[in-house]
């Protein structure tokens, strides 16, 4: 566990080409090396950090995040717009969470 959260094996997948991921702790996310390998989406992620909350944690949780994946790897896979995904996503949880 410690070396697969651990910050040098974080910041060495945030900081190869096509690996896909985001910043799992502050100290990678505001890295020298992560500003110089994607300043835009370092200083996009830094700025949407403040005042973010963490992930959902009510019973619904599951079926939330299943929506969330499912829509993104569809929109990833260039099969709809971010645009739709996140509209169905939006759809997906107003329905989960009023039951």
Do not use: C
Not at 28 to 38: P, Q, V
């Amino acid at each position: 566990m410690k070396w697969a959260t651990g910050y040098q094996t974080a910041l060495e997948l945030l900081t190869t080409s096509n690996s896909g991921i985001d910043p799992t702790r502050i100290t990678t996310l505001n890295a020298a090396e992560y500003k110089r390998f994607a300043p835009k989406v370092q200083r996009a992620a830094n700025a949407a950090l403040h005042g973010a909350v963490a992930w959902p944690t009510i019973p619904e949780s599951p079926k939330m995040m299943r929506s969330l994946s499912e829509k993104l790897n569809r929109m990833l896979a260039d099969r709809q717009s971010p645009e739709l995904a996140i509209r169905q996503i939006n759809s997906d949880w107003v329905q989960i969470l009023q039951g």
